[in-house]
């Protein structure tokens, strides 16, 4: 997949062996860009992959990855996440007929609204509106190594804020009945 570049942000990841065995035929179909916050150095040994560590939160983590990207699609892959047959060629089809600007899916088991952290963005799109997090929850507090608390904690979170600004934009989501399994927590970050 020549126009499609693969974001993944990538910090103590639950099992590693099993997130690139099971996503094996699409990353090795593209390009990767891997940013690796701890524990995701294997992932920049696959080929045609790009490996920057950093020890930074995951919303810079994906705009480190964003500016390396020079294709025409993004697909955000957290390293915790298996993805469903099908889903990024779909998408893929979907995006070069220019029928959407961007495709959602949910997880198995669901977690109430579709991921960002497993989605497919028009490029150009992606890296204007991606500016999480918004000013209202910059003041965040770390409690234990990977949890962060705001005053938004109650239904809020990246997906929600980023479809809101996708179709405040005025583009297009498309969602497809496929579903990711999610090897933690579904939407650990927020
Ligand atoms: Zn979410």
């Known amino acids: 997949m020549h126009d499609l570049t693969i974001v993944i942000p990538v910090k103590d990841p639950p099992d590693l062996q099993r997130f690139v065995r099971e996503n094996l ?4 179909a593209s390009k990767k860009v891997v940013i690796d916050s701890g524990r995701g150095e294997q992932l920049g040994r696959l080929p045609n992959a790009l490996l920057f560590q950093r020890q930074v939160p995951m919303w810079e983590a994906r705009r480190i990855g964003y500016e390396e990207v020079r294709t025409p699609f993004t697909l955000n892959l957290d390293a915790d996440t298996i993805l469903p047959n099908g889903y990024v060629l779909d998408s ?23 991921a960002f952290g497993t989605s497919i963005w028009r490029t150009e799109l992606l890296k204007k509106l991606y500016d999480y997090p918004p000013k ?52 650990s970050f927020r």
């Open 92 to 114: 893929l089809n979907a995006l070069r007929k220019n029928s959407c600007d961007a495709v959602a899916i949910d997880y198995d088991p669901p977690q109430g609204h579709y």
């Open 136 to 187: 209202a929850v910059e003041k965040l507090i770390k409690v234990g190594e990977r949890e962060w608390v705001t005053a938004f904690q109650n239904g809020f979170c990246e997906c929600m804020y980023m479809w809101a600004r996708l179709i405040r934009s005025r583009a297009k989501l498309e969602t497809l009945g496929y579903k990711a399994t999610h090897l933690k927590k579904p939407c």
């Open 25 to 28: 035929e699409v990353l090795s």
